[in-house]
């Protein structure tokens, strides 16, 4: 990642208004909730600027803030999604252009890196191979992914993303070299989180969700310690 993507990027958030009003409202939704929780206070008066609501059922309320919160958490996954898969190629090319996981040499048209031992197609044939994207498919599924060409007798030639599994383990590509990777993927992954803001910027309305409906979960445990 260039200096000129990441400022682009930057800017790209930051001007986001739909973005950022779904973080506002959930984030003070939340903070509320949590207050209500661990408190034990209940909440008796809303102005509205026209009219003051009087709220008899507490509890019901809670229940509302959880849904609320619950809805806006996901709309809020449907405006950051882009961001998300934004920051995700980042950080795995970060990762493939380290030459311990793989390194593409175009003189010699050879790959060397921990990856090597998993790819068994020739460059020279499979030109894609030089630069291929890493794919997270589910718990303990990666992918290798680069573009390649078929033929067929209707369309003629036609591009599509063919795929190496990383956790399927052959010859020289072992378990414990799987495990090698996600240690590399782990570091890059926290490198993202730590030295690069807007990862954690999108991170935190997640979190401080979930310590919200965690809180509302078990308010009763936290009222009665107080």
């Not at 009003?21 to 909730?33: D, F, G």
């Not at 311990?100 to 068994?120: A, H, M, N, Q, W």
């Not at 020289?172 to 730590?194: G, I, N, P, T, V």
């Amino acid at each position: 990642m260039n200096k000129m993507d990441i400022n682009r990027f930057r800017e790209a958030i930051d001007s986001d208004e739909g973005l950022k009003s779904k973080r506002k409202i959930l984030i003070s939704l939340c903070v509320i909730l949590i207050g209500l929780n661990f408190s034990g206070a209940t909440l008796h008066e809303a102005n509205t600027f026209i009219f003051k609501i009087k709220f008899t059922n507490h509890e019901n309320i809670l229940y509302l803030f959880a849904i609320s919160i619950l809805f806006l958490t996901l709309r809020y996954y449907g405006y950051a999604k882009s961001y998300h898969d934004q920051l995700f190629l980042f950080w795995s090319k970060r990762m493939l252009s380290d030459y311990r996981v793989f390194c593409y040499t175009p003189k010699e048209e050879d790959i060397s890196g921990l990856l090597s031992k998993r790819i068994d197609i020739w460059p020279g044939d499979e030109p894609g191979i030089q630069s291929p994207n890493y794919k997270i498919n589910g718990i303990f599924q990666r992918n290798l992914t680069y573009e390649t060409k078929g033929y067929d007798e209707v369309h003629g030639e036609y591009s599509y993303q063919s795929d190496i599994e990383l956790n399927a383990y052959k010859d020289k590509w072992k378990r414990k070299d799987y495990f090698k990777l996600l240690s590399y993927e782990a570091r890059y992954q926290l490198e993202a989180l730590f030295k690069y803001r807007e990862t954690l910027d999108l991170l935190f309305p997640y979190i401080i969700s979930f310590i919200a409906l965690f809180s509302f979960f078990v308010r009763s445990v936290l009222v009665s310690s107080t």
